[in-house]
């Protein structure tokens, strides 16, 4: 079992950028592949950025490609999320998730662990 918690949201001005964190509990953490997901006001849960057990395989949803960055490091149980060039539109809540599919998934109902979110709010 994996505990999240996020920080590091907050608002921002438009082309702006901000850094996400989750911090995992446990000694499992390398077993899991990670994924970073936002929900804006009256829309579902998606999937922006997943990232390996190893760090070796990514994904970015097609919204944040070439603006957002995931990464993790193993030894400090922690995985990022480097969001450039923001926008408004990508206002929600973003949380982080953990699932024990081998490789990454891209699928929201295979994440078996979550955090409690952190607001992000771009302004135009």
């Known amino acids: 079992q994996v505990q999240l918690v996020e920080s590091g949201g907050g608002l921002v001005q438009a082309g702006g950028s901000l850094r996400l964190s989750c911090a995992a509990s446990?000694?499992?953490?390398?077993?899991?592949?990670m994924g970073w997901f936002r929900q804006a006001p009256g829309k579902g849960r998606e999937l922006i950025a997943a990232?390996?057990?190893?760090?070796?395989?990514?994904y970015y949803a097609d919204s944040v490609k070439g603006r957002f960055t995931i990464s993790r490091d193993n030894a400090k149980n922690t995985v990022d999320l480097q969001m450039n060039s923001l926008k408004p539109e990508d206002t929600a809540v973003y949380y982080c998730?953990?699932?024990?599919?081998?490789?990454?998934?891209?699928?929201?109902?295979?994440?078996?662990?979550w955090g409690q979110g952190t607001q992000v709010n771009v302004s135009s």
């Open positions: 990232i390996s057990r190893g760090g070796g395989s990514t």
């Open positions: 998730a953990a699932s024990q599919t081998p490789g990454y998934s891209t699928t929201l109902r295979m994440y078996d662990y």
């Open positions: 446990g000694r499992t953490f390398s077993t899991y592949a």
